[in-house]
């Protein structure tokens, strides 16, 4: 079985596992990862949602050997210790989730979009594809924006 | 109605069922005297006694056998036999204990109870009844978990228990000593205080229900650390995924790759079981593969022939005609199709179970766990003391988690493989093999003139929506207090007549369901009958305003049977700017809906420059539930309810192809995205008193009378089949 290591959450961690495992796989059943959320397994829903080298990715459709020395930072590593990272104060501001399985996914995902601009507009935040079955999408809205000003 | 006559109505039939109620009820309602011209609609049997009041009923006899207790530190725990699916109902009740206990809220804790069969009919979770059947019961447990730490304090200090306070979980002497809850639980266990009177808050004392306030699990949701089913750690329990055949139903004939199957990398298992055949592997991944790579022989579903055009066919022959009527008469005459929908939620079916030979358990998101729990044990040949069911807080439900699909199969496998499995849905099969609402046909029929509604009959036919998961068994329970002329109705009519009604005067109205009974995945979907079948009326509605040359609004508030719909309806038209000037290609719309004693208005603005890519672009909605535990919360819900409504309205449905729907996926069935979705929601809560009314499903109905309406307006267009944009605008996955 082929060996594959990279750094999860800012620590190397090392899994043995088929070179075409999808990434999701090798951190929810190997490496015991559980933010990250199963909802479609082909890049639809984005509930996986995560960063890898800093920038949204999706691990359902990532083959675990791609990862191989690289980043990967799940919804688990973006807080720093007991204190949460700004777009995460805004989702419990707005009160964004309710059933709340995709909202790991739309916190990275939004996270994501505020490392590549500091102002998003309507037009940026309505790029963001991740599905909430819920639809909370006007809390999201509301909570991106208030996050921008957070990090202003 | 008087809020008045409803809360004398709810005391009397808790206490004495039934039909005096409803007539006395009636009479009091429905008197004469008010002054708009409308011809009075008598009152429906949904008016007088709705299915949540019947759920209420059948669960009165186990309504207080609710668990609280207090540790030593003074922590609360309260066991909710209920399921949180993301409604914020554990946040509700969190909010009652700690009123009545005068404690703070974050010293709550609230656990999804296990099945309690001796519970009966008080653990069941749907027909926005939760917060109802709750509200007294809960707020009576914790009032006697106050009164006790109290008596124990005043035995202690030899002090009488009315000159004691309590602040923030500690109970305070006169003279300002103090003992917390904590110091005071064993004593309070232990101790003969005698019997004590127990008597919740006056309500106008409540300092938390009734303010907004945020999920008590929000931190665990935002940092990725709240368990769903598949997060738990059960020791030894291994991934597992279920091959399923071709169509609805099919079955597994024999498998030819077995074998090879068996050799994948990972795969430890392969299992037959009625509804295909199930590979447990190390990783769901491999899973996966291994259920991709079998060859299997199926045989036949029940619906292999039909699709959508053969289903409509019948649906629309199904459908009742309607009254003859005389020529003279005018009248709005039409007809409406509603799509299959999937339930969708994010979190597809899942469990784990462990099935020994002596004893079972089994976790899963489960709102009917103790009609689970006997299937389960009845399936792996256990006595039913034997099998614990876990409740899991779910991602997402929306009817779906009133069946128990996944945690059946999760034990039958786990049984047939000697090991504990956590089973997981794909999520092609969670949408083309797991429950959706049953396609409907509609035919309307209104008659009206000098500017008078003078009949609306509306006749709906249904593929058959499966019930079994426990609520037939509540509601035949309570069939002593439906109202006259239901003793016949069958179960699905009754469930009908139950839950629809109008809220209009518009002279003789009639509502009835005819069901097409094909065996298909069906369900409850979020507000049952009401979205497809409300939504319609709200669109017929409008039609006649025009054929009457009045203003939407205008005709609504002279056809309204009460002030407090109109308050609704009228604030909805304020805050939404009724009327005002918009692009071409834009609209508004406006849609009313009542339903379980609450009432709400919605208004939305469409940018249909497009007609092929509408967008709801801002939106307005009011509500009156009566009392409101959590305004928070129930914004949500009510967001929840028009995110829906735009989704089904404009885009989002099945198309059943031979036996099998067409979509597999979120890229398929086009549930909204953050681009369908308004930029603009505005959601306004009337303050009301009284009995809370109920929510879960109540936004849904309005707001699809209302995009639909405004897409209506925006394109000049009399959309009747919906979705209205539902072109098959993909390639299916392969079967």
Redesign the interface.
Known sequence: MPSHTFTVNGKSVTVDAPDDLPLLWALRDLLDIRGPKYGCGINVCKACTSHLDGEAFNPCVLPVSEASGREVTTIEGLADGDRLHPVQEAWLEQDVAQCGYCQPGQIMAAVALLKRTRNPTDADIDAIANVCRCGTYFRIREAIKSAAERMA | MTRHARRRFLTYLVAAPALAVATRFGVEAYAPGSADAAIPTPPAPADLVDLGDLLILAGKPTADMLVLSVDEDGGVDFRLPREE????LTTAVAMLVAEELDTPLDRVRVHLEDARPELLFNQLTGSSNAVRSLYDPVRRTAAAARARMVAAAARQWGLKASELTVRAGVVVAPDGRTASYGSLTTAAATLDLGSLTVTPKKESEHTLVGTPT??I????????????T??L?VPGAK?CMVRRPPTINGTVTSVGNEAAVRAM??VVDVVVIDSGVAVVA?????A?DGKNALEVTWGGGTVDTLSDSDIRARLKAATPSLDLLGALVRKVDTEFDFAFASH?????NSAVADVRPDRAEIWSGLKSPIVAQAAIAQAVGLPVSKVTVHVMQ?????GRRLFYDAALEAAVVSKKSGRPVRL?W??IDDMRHGRMRPATHHRVRATYAAGQVLTFQHRVAAVETDFRHGLGDAVTAAAASLPTGLGNATFAQTLFLTTVKSPYDFGVTTQTLTEVPLRMHTGSWRSVYSANTRGAEEIVVDELAARLGKDPVDFRRSFLKTDRQRAVLDRAATEGDWGRELPDGWAQGIGFHEEYKSCTACLVEIDATDPKKPRVARAVIVADVGRVINP?GLE?QL??????AI?TTLRAGLHIDKGLPLEG???QFH?????D?????RIHVIEGAGEPGGAGELGVPAAVGAVANAYARATGTKPRSFPVNFDVDFTPFPR
């Open positions: 699916v993301g409604q914020g945020s999920r699990d929000a931190r665990a949701l935002v940092t990725g650390s709240h368990p769903y598949l997060d750690d991934p990398p990972g190390e990783t769901f991944g491999q996966l969708a939620p994010l979190e597809t779910s991602g997402g439900s929306f997981m794909s999520r928070r949500a967001l929840g309810g028009l995110t829906d989704s996926s979120y890229s549930y909204a995205r953050q681009k979705a308004p930029k603009d929601v």
